[in-house]
């Protein structure tokens, strides 16, 4: 009998969640992922942080009933920092890994003791930020730029659009021309939409600068998680005959430029057809968006 393999979900407002996908497809080629996109209500960092907190709780509810992983990976450092404690809570029986902004690693890198942040405004405005700078980087200068902006340019170069690279520049400004910021020599990226901005960040700063993109140590994370699961989790999935070797990408709307993206999609391994997620309790996105 050929033997299950393990079964991931990912998860993400956006493409950031891919930064992620292609991590474990390095690392781990046999897991099986499913990765799901809630693009309805993108970007998740405009959304107030306690209706996403119910929406992501309630979609993921739906999606580990329907997918059947042996592990989720919250690929979106936002979705972390807000709803992580939640979902494990209301979910009990499932690992959940998260993606929280690389603050040790930073605070063990650095040479000047100035470290910097890139992410989004809910993620630096989080209390869970505060814990990490506290535990890990007292010893440091952190200095923080939430951006509007970032999350949806990284869309459009993950779908081979045209963007204006000034726009960028003036997101970099707006954190390095802090007091201070000249002496930053490591930035955490605070978002994994970022990663596909790395090569236009590092283009637009010092070479002195030392980027940290957390996507490789997540992945190692995720994958530690399914070792210790392999027991328990394949035994229940094997009795329920849920047996399909396909791996799917899934959103929660129609995806702009959808042509664009299907092509870039073809590298990380899933299934041709871009289906949409049926999720029977969302709040309207137009109820929780701002204006």
Same mark, same amino acid.
């Given at each position: 009998m050929?033997?299950?393999?393990?079964?991931?979900?990912?998860?993400?407002?956006?493409?950031?969640?891919?930064s992620?996908?292609?991590? #474990?497809? &390095?690392?781990? +080629?046999?897991?099986?992922?499913?990765?799901?996109?809630?693009?309805?209500?993108?970007p998740?960092?405009?959304?107030?942080?306690?209706?996403?907190?119910?929406?992501?709780?309630?979609?993921? *509810?739906?999606? #580990?009933?329907?997918?059947?992983?042996?592990?989720?990976?919250?690929?979106?450092?936002?979705?972390?920092?807000?709803?992580?404690?939640?979902?494990? /809570?209301?979910?009990?029986?499932?690992?959940?890994?998260?993606?929280? +902004?690389?603050? &040790?690693?930073?605070?063990?890198s650095?040479?000047?003791?100035?470290?910097?942040?890139?992410?989004?405004?809910?993620?630096?405005?989080? %209390?869970y930020?505060?814990?990490?700078?506290?535990?890990?980087?007292?010893?440091?200068?952190?200095?923080?730029?939430?951006?509007?902006?970032?999350?949806?340019?990284?869309?459009?170069?993950?779908?081979?659009?045209?963007?204006?690279?000034?726009?960028? %520049?003036?997101?970099?400004?707006?954190?390095?021309s802090?007091?201070?910021?000249?002496?930053?020599?490591?930035v955490c990226?605070?978002?994994?939409?970022?990663?596909?901005?790395?090569g236009?960040?590092?283009?637009?700063?010092?070479?002195?600068?030392?980027?940290?993109?957390?996507?490789?140590?997540?992945?190692?994370?995720?994958?530690?998680?399914?070792?210790?699961?392999? *027991?328990?989790?394949?035994?229940?999935?094997n /009795?329920l005959?849920?047996t399909? /070797?396909?791996?799917?990408?899934?959103?929660t709307?129609?995806?702009?430029?959808?042509?664009?993206? &299907?092509?870039?999609?073809?590298?990380?391994?899933?299934?041709?057809?871009? &289906?949409?997620?049926?999720?029977?309790?969302?709040?309207?996105?137009s109820?929780?968006?701002?204006?």
């Amino acid at each position: 009998m050929t033997p299950i393999k393990q079964r991931l979900l990912t998860f993400d407002s956006g493409i950031g969640g891919l930064s992620i996908v292609r991590a #474990i497809r &390095k690392q781990a +080629p046999d897991i099986l992922i499913d990765h799901l996109i809630d693009n309805a209500v993108f970007p998740y960092g405009e959304v107030p942080a306690e209706a996403l907190k119910k929406r992501i709780v309630a979609l993921m *509810g739906e999606a #580990i009933t329907a997918l059947q992983p042996d592990a989720v990976v919250i690929a979106c450092n936002t979705a972390s920092t807000i709803a992580l404690d939640a979902l494990r /809570q209301a979910f009990s029986f499932m690992p959940f890994i998260g993606c929280v +902004p690389p603050i &040790k690693w930073a605070a063990d890198s650095t040479k000047t003791h100035y470290i910097g942040l890139l992410a989004t405004p809910a993620t630096v405005k989080r %209390q869970y930020l505060s814990e990490l700078y506290t535990r890990y980087a007292k010893n440091c200068r952190l200095l923080t730029h939430g951006s509007h902006i970032l999350a949806p340019i990284a869309e459009d170069v993950f779908r081979n659009r045209t963007i204006d690279k000034t726009a960028i %520049q003036r997101e970099l400004l707006a954190l390095f021309s802090q007091p201070g910021g000249e002496l930053i020599d490591t930035v955490c990226i605070g978002c994994t939409h970022y990663s596909f901005l790395l090569g236009i960040f590092q283009e637009l700063t010092s070479s002195s600068i030392t980027w940290l993109d957390p996507a490789d140590a997540v992945a190692r994370q995720s994958i530690k998680v399914l070792t210790h699961q392999q *027991g328990s989790s394949l035994k229940t999935r094997n /009795q329920l005959k849920l047996t399909s /070797q396909a791996e799917d990408i899934y959103f929660t709307a129609p995806p702009l430029y959808p042509e664009a993206l &299907k092509e870039r999609l073809v590298p990380y391994g899933f299934n041709r057809e871009m &289906k949409i997620f049926a999720f029977k309790n969302s709040l309207s996105p137009s109820a929780i968006l701002p204006d």
